[in-house]
């Protein structure tokens, strides 16, 4: 007879036998992991003082870039004896070295299928030191709290990453996937530098069968993961006048008053425009917001002629960007024939919504993982803020946003839980040995 014999049942016993042994084999190594990692909260207080010692800002928010907390990152990973580590740097002339540094760590698995994770390694500045309590760039203790500035944003996330690859290599395990650690550039300014620099130079990198998530945000609970966020549009609004003497408004044309019409017409035209809901979101309505102003004149007594302020829009999926211009253009004639002004609108950011499928292979594995470790259900959302899982969505690689985060990002007195950094690491670890679940 033709075809292939069927398997003998000696050889059935002794696959099923080999296929037990490897199960077991593999959630033995990623029980030690957890215990490994669950003893380690020295090491996340030493990880975020050294980390947090080293102020990574961005040259547009006046500092000298990433250089040396980059330096910090590969020291800790070549002497936990990984090796490969790629530099994919971005130039840029306005930082001392030239360059903002990009890493990308790699630790083989058994199979060639990547769980990456993203972590960038820039911040912002502290703000009104007036509002801290301790020095924003020394790390402050109090129980299971740290507090710094990027303890939270985007530190936790670094510290998980270097967690889990230093419990790895201690124990010498090879995880079921392979793992990428991603270490940005220039996150909280645009990502030109960093991420986007990564995805056009090397997207060789990348597999559309890899698993991606971005720890930089979530919910106290863990139990939110970000599958959407609305699109961003950051609009420039200069509104020109003429200047004059404040005794004899009636000379001029007073730009600031102007503009501050212009900006109430945003406010209240916008929301009236593009009123629609999708409780996805939170909030589950489009946001149109004035917010930064330009100085116009530094004395009281003279009229401005010009004035400049900015609207931070973020989009709902099916707000077209360009009916947004185009009511404010509308709104802006309006205001001109009003007052005698002149309004020019300009386009400073503008990023389109994305979205990962909520029964997607990453979202179905955070879920699982979350439900062991913080044991919670957890539930998708959109929001409305921008993380480079965008820029990944945008390229067809479905990523999921999560972690466990009280949410004090940018604000005086950040701060990150030594327990959720751990637990975050935990369901990386969870994720990385059980591929089963995706």
């Known amino acids: 007879m033709g075809g292939k014999r069927p398997p003998c049942r000696r050889q059935r016993d002794f696959t099923t036998k080999a296929l037990k042994q490897g199960e077991e084999h593999m959630h033995k190594d990623m029980d030690a992991l957890l215990r490994g990692l669950a003893g380690r909260e020295d090491r996340v207080v030493a990880l975020q003082s050294a980390l947090t010692a080293c102020p990574a800002l961005g040259p547009d928010n006046g500092g000298d870039g990433e250089e040396a907390k980059a330096a910090l990152i590969t020291q800790w990973l070549t002497a936990c004896g990984i090796t490969d580590i790629l530099r994919v740097d971005a130039p840029d002339s306005r930082v001392s070295s030239g360059l903002r540094p990009n890493l990308v760590v790699r630790i083989p698995g ?43 944003d985007n530190q936790q996330a670094v510290t998980s990453m270097l967690l889990l690859a230093e419990e790895l290599r201690q124990r010498n395990i090879t995880p079921e996937l392979s793992l990428g650690l991603v270490f940005m550039a220039d996150e909280e300014t645009g990502s030109a530098y960093g991420l986007e620099h990564i995805l056009k130079t090397a997207p060789e990198l990348f597999s559309a069968d890899d698993l991606y998530i971005v720890p930089d945000a979530g919910s106290r609970r863990g139990d939110v993961i970000e599958v959407a966020e609305k699109g961003q549009l950051w609009l420039k609004v200069r509104t020109t006048g003429v200047q004059c003497h404040a005794s004899t408004p009636h000379k001029g044309r007073n ?138 969505r945008q390229r067809g690689l479905a990523a999921a946003v999560w972690s466990c985060l009280a949410g004090t990002c940018h604000q005086p007195n950040e701060s990150s839980s030594i327990t959720a950094t751990i637990k975050d690491a935990q369901v990386f670890t969870h994720i990385l040995m059980n591929p089963a679940h995706v």
Not at 120 to 138: F, I, N
Not at 376 to 390: K, P, Q, S, Y
Request: net charge negative.
């Open 255 to 392: 730009a600031f008053l102007a503009g501050a019409e212009m900006a109430l017409a945003c406010h209240n035209g916008l929301r009236s425009a593009f009123g629609d809901t999708n409780t996805l979101f939170s909030p589950p309505m489009s946001t149109f917001v004035p917010g930064k102003h330009e100085a116009n004149v530094p004395n009281i007594n003279t009229v401005p002629g010009s004035d400049v302020f900015y609207v931070d829009c973020r989009l709902l999926p099916q707000v077209d960007p360009e009916a947004v211009l185009d009511k404010m253009r509308a709104l802006a004639a309006e205001v001109e024939q009003k007052y005698g002004v002149q309004i020019a609108i300009s386009v400073v950011q503008r990023q389109a919504a994305s979205c990962v499928a909520e029964t997607s292979p990453v979202v179905t594995a955070l879920s699982a993982a979350v439900a062991r470790i913080y044991g919670v259900e957890a539930r998708t959302l959109g929001i409305g803020g921008a993380t480079v899982a965008a820029q990944l």
């Open 110 to 152: 058994r199979k060639k299928r990547t769980l990456w994770l993203f972590g960038h390694m820039d911040v912002v500045p502290p703000g009104d030191l007036s509002a801290w309590v301790s020095d924003p760039w020394q790390v402050r203790r109090e129980g299971d709290l740290l507090y710094g500035r990027g303890v939270e």
